[in-house]
């Protein structure tokens, strides 16, 4: 499984059947001095300075490592790929044509696309006998009706340019509604599932009967929650305004609204929730304002999620907030009292570990958490692709 973006690449060889994972790691900070490289093998974990920080160099590396260890038979590559745009709604084996689509589609996620066909490049220069299978983050949302997608704009818009709504995340919203639907002992059929991913990025999904049917990011991933260093929604007269009164061009707010908004934006210290939770509790106001804003739309999408499902069977929480901050949990679970969900404070304190996930007192709706795991997602596509061919 190979996860190239444009500052990072996370990698991890492991048996999708057993999920055992051999090995896995992650390059950060590429193309900066302080690039580095964690592996973990086993119990046994290494650090590593590149002496070539840049992101083909680190790559390249990175899969040399893997080819030539005797105990890593690769017998197919995994790929997460941002967007696949309208053309892709599930994974797919990757040939010359299916690369050139995803290139073809690279306009709607300009940072993340290109790094992905990179990373895609180096592994098929690396691993050249073994097929190769992209799994895209919208494809889980393939299936929102035109209601959910459309955007109330020009139709042309969309017809010429794609401008609709995508979601991602779907390798997330689409493990943990599996998972959830076997904690629960319920078959996927009969549930409806709002899916909370709460990450650096943030985005919650309606799925209903194992299908996801609303989302709320958007045509690109700045769309919807507030985020650690993303705005989510914002009035979409701001641009113009701002060119108006502070002379900021599109790039200038644009970069703003994804890198310095958020609960950074907000706090004005912190995109990271444990800081800014830290500091809320020692008095600081601005801090206590970003955690207030950030769980209340996100208490407020959730509900807007259960429209579309005509109601809620499980709230799932995911993702490194929503799996480690028993404080967001507690806090959203009790906005949401009408719909029907009770907190249970001592399961969700120790975060439903020994409850099966459960957090909730009430048991329909229930809520949940569920550790995510996209690696072993993408190595279970990946698997299905490859087995549907032979
Ligand atoms: P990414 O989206 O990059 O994969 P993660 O899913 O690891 O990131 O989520 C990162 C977020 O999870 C950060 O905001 C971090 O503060 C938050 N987080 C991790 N552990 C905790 C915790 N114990 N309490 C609150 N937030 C946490």
Not at 138 to 147: C, D, G, K, L, Y
Not at 160 to 185: I, N, P
Not at 311 to 316: K, P, S, T
Request: proline share 5%.
């Amino acid at each position: 499984m190979l996860n190239c973006g444009s500052s990072s690449v996370k990698f991890a060889v492991l048996d999708p059947t057993s999920g055992v994972v051999a090995v896995a790691g992650v390059a950060e900070r590429l193309g900066t001095p302080e690039a580095e490289v964690r592996t973990a093998r086993g119990a046994k974990t290494a650090t590593v300075r590149p002496p070539d920080p840049s992101p083909t160099a680190v790559t390249a590396a990175v899969l040399a490592g893997v080819r030539e260890d005797p105990g890593l038979p690769i017998v197919g590559v995994g790929h997460r790929v941002v967007h696949g745009g309208e053309r892709f709604t599930s994974a797919v084996l990757i040939d010359e044509a299916t690369l050139d689509a995803i290139r073809a589609v690279g306009h709607l996620a300009p940072l993340h696309n290109p790094a992905n066909v990179t990373g895609v490049e180096a592994a098929q220069a690396a691993f050249p006998d073994v097929p190769h299978v992209a799994v895209f983050d919208t494809a889980f949302h393939a299936t929102m009706p035109p209601v959910a997608y459309r955007y109330a704009v020009p139709d042309a818009w969309y017809r010429t340019h794609g401008v609709r709504r995508y979601g991602f995340h779907g390798t997330s919203h689409r493990y943990v509604a599996r998972r959830a639907a076997e904690l629960l002992g319920r078959p996927a059929a009969d549930l409806r599932l709002v899916t909370a991913h709460l990450g650096n990025g943030c985005s919650a999904t309606a799925v209903a009967a194992g299908v996801a049917v609303d989302t709320t990011m958007g045509l690109t991933p700045l769309e919807g929650l507030v985020m650690g260093t993303r705005s989510g929604d914002v009035d979409p007269g701001l641009h113009a305004y701002l060119a108006g009164r502070a002379g900021l061009d599109v790039e200038a707010v644009t970069r703003a609204l994804n890198r310095e908004s958020g609960l950074l934006g907000l706090s004005g210290r912190s995109n990271d929730m444990r800081t800014v939770i830290a500091l809320a509790e020692d008095g600081d106001a601005d801090a206590a304002l970003a955690l207030d804003v950030f769980v209340y739309r996100l208490a407020k999408a959730i509900a807007a999620l259960a429209v579309p499902l005509e109601g809620l069977d499980a709230l799932v929480f995911t993702g490194g907030i929503g799996e480690h901050s028993a404080v967001v949990r507690s806090r959203v679970l009790r906005r949401l009292g009408l719909l029907g969900l009770v907190e249970d404070a001592a399961a969700n304190a120790v975060h439903g570990r020994a409850t099966g996930g459960r957090i909730s007192r009430s048991t329909n709706p229930a809520a949940l958490v569920v550790p995510t795991d996209e690696e072993l997602e993408i190595a279970r596509e990946t698997s299905a692709v490859l087995e549907a061919r032979t």
